[in-house]
């Protein structure tokens, strides 16, 4: 089994930074896929950052040069730069990987609670 676990989130001013992490553990050797969502009160989950093993980055339109998603293949570890933040910004961030071996699958962690004070 995979475990995902975030850190990082916290109270932040308006133009301020703030850098969260996300870990995986378990047996994981190929991955597909690994990245950030925040889901903000009242609104539909929504895709922040993505990035792959080979550093091919993909961004929501609403964090687009603001945002910076990296990761430390070796450690199953990534990571989200957040500058620059925004009232909008707040919500819970979750992480997640797309596992391909040896067991498929989809593992996200419990979030982490980012809250942007204007």
């Known amino acids: 089994q995979v475990q995902v676990m975030e850190s990082g989130g916290g109270l932040v001013q308006t133009g301020g930074s703030l850098r969260l992490s996300c870990a995986a553990s378990g047996r994981i050797f190929r991955v597909g896929l690994m990245a950030w969502y925040r889901q903000s009160s009242g609104k539909q989950p929504e895709l922040v950052a993505s990035?792959?093993?080979?550093?091919?980055?993909n961004y929501g339109d609403s964090v687009k040069g603001r945002f910076t998603i990296s990761s430390d293949n070796a450690k199953d570890s990534i990571y989200l730069q957040m500058n620059n933040v925004k009232p909008e910004d707040t919500g819970l961030y979750s992480c997640?990987?797309?596992?391909?071996?040896?067991?498929?699958?989809?593992?996200w962690g419990p979030g982490t609670q980012v809250t942007v004070s204007s």
């Open positions: 997640n990987f797309r596992v391909l071996s040896p067991v498929s699958g989809s593992f």
């Open positions: 990035i792959t093993r080979g550093g091919n980055t």
